[in-house]
């Protein structure tokens, strides 16, 4: 398996990645990501409403 390995994996990968990423990335990342509407022009946080006053 060793030796097989390195010749399989080259071929694999590139197939793999580019059939497994586009159906799996839109249903992780959403979970992690907020959704766009809730902050439609600031995506984060600004820094005076993270650092509290006196720092």
């Given at each position: 398996?060793?030796?097989?390995?390195?010749?399989?994996?080259?071929?694999?990968?590139?197939?793999?990645?580019?059939?497994?990423?586009?159906?799996?990335?839109p249903?992780?990342f959403?979970?992690?990501?907020?959704?766009?509407?809730?902050?439609p022009?600031?995506?984060f946080?600004?820094?005076s409403?993270?650092?509290?006053?006196?720092i």
């Open positions: 398996l060793s030796f097989f390995l390195p010749s399989f994996l080259p071929s694999f990968l590139p197939s793999f990645l580019s059939f497994f990423l586009p159906s799996f990335l249903s992780f959403p979970s992690f990501l907020p959704p766009p509407s809730l902050h022009s600031q995506p946080p600004s820094p409403a993270v650092v509290p006053p006196g």
